[in-house]
Structure formats: structure tokens, C-alpha cells
């Protein structure tokens, strides 16, 4: 098993126990290939979501770029759902669970097509 396998079996099992959701494998492998190489960087491979900043960034770079998705307040919204999914308390948010969430969140699993 390659370390991106690895990756994907600790972000499903995140998604499972602190999330409480039955990740869609296909779906959460095809996430976590988008997050290129971040996925790998210590610091990149987590989301700040104490950081209004990260928070924006993510929805520039990753709503509305990725999933092109409109600028509204349902963007923050989103991230926000996924905040309290993850759990506000859960130090290590990892960035592809979280995109899955996202991705699930707005119905945008079209574009990992």
C-alpha cells in the first residue's frame, strides 16, 4: 500500500468515527488526487479553520475555482457545516476529508466525474 493509499484509509477512517458519515470511497480517492501534493506537506495537509483567511482561501481556490460555484453567503456556510462536522475541537482537520465534505455538501460530486 503506497502512502497516498495510507492517506485515503486514515481520511475515510476520519470520516467514519469524528464525522459520522460513510465515506464514498471512489469519491474521497478522487478528492484527495485533486489536493495534489499538499496532501503530503504537514502544514498544507490540515485546514486552519480558526483562520478567517485559510477559510477564504478555500472558498476562492476551492468553491468557486474548482466546483465554480457562485460568490454567496451559502459558501461560508458551507465551510462553516463542515467546521462543526469535522468537530470545532478536532485540532487535525485534513484538508481532503474537508474538501469531501464540501464537495458533498453543494452536490458537486459531478466534477470528480
Not at 37 to 57: F, G
Not at 82 to 87: L, M
Given at each position: 500500500m503506497g502512502?497516498?493509499?495510507?492517506?485515503?484509509?486514515k481520511?475515510?477512517?476520519?470520516?467514519?468515527?469524528?464525522c459520522?458519515?460513510?465515506?464514498?470511497m471512489?469519491l474521497?480517492?478522487?478528492?484527495?488526487?485533486?489536493?495534489g501534493?499538499?496532501?503530503?506537506?504537514?502544514?498544507?495537509?490540515?485546514?486552519?479553520?480558526?483562520?478567517?483567511?485559510?477559510?477564504?482561501?478555500?472558498k476562492?481556490?476551492?468553491l468557486m475555482?474548482?466546483l465554480?460555484?457562485?460568490d454567496?453567503?451559502?459558501?461560508?456556510e458551507?465551510?462553516?457545516a463542515?467546521?462543526?462536522?469535522?468537530?470545532k475541537?478536532?485540532?487535525?482537520k485534513?484538508?481532503?476529508?474537508?474538501?469531501?465534505?464540501l464537495t458533498?455538501h453543494f452536490?458537486?460530486?459531478?466534477?470528480?466525474?
Open positions: 502512502k497516498r493509499d495510507e492517506l485515503i484509509a481520511y475515510a477512517d476520519d470520516l467514519k468515527t469524528k459520522k458519515m460513510n465515506p464514498d471512489a474521497l480517492t478522487k478528492v484527495t488526487i485533486g489536493c501534493p499538499s496532501i503530503y506537506d504537514n502544514d498544507a495537509q490540515t485546514v486552519a479553520a480558526s483562520d478567517p483567511e485559510e477559510l477564504e482561501r478555500i476562492k481556490n476551492f475555482k474548482k465554480g460555484l457562485k454567496g453567503p451559502a459558501l461560508m458551507g465551510i462553516n463542515a467546521v462543526e462536522t469535522y468537530g475541537s478536532e485540532r487535525n485534513y484538508r481532503a476529508p474537508f474538501y469531501y465534505m458533498k452536490g458537486k460530486e459531478s466534477v470528480y466525474k
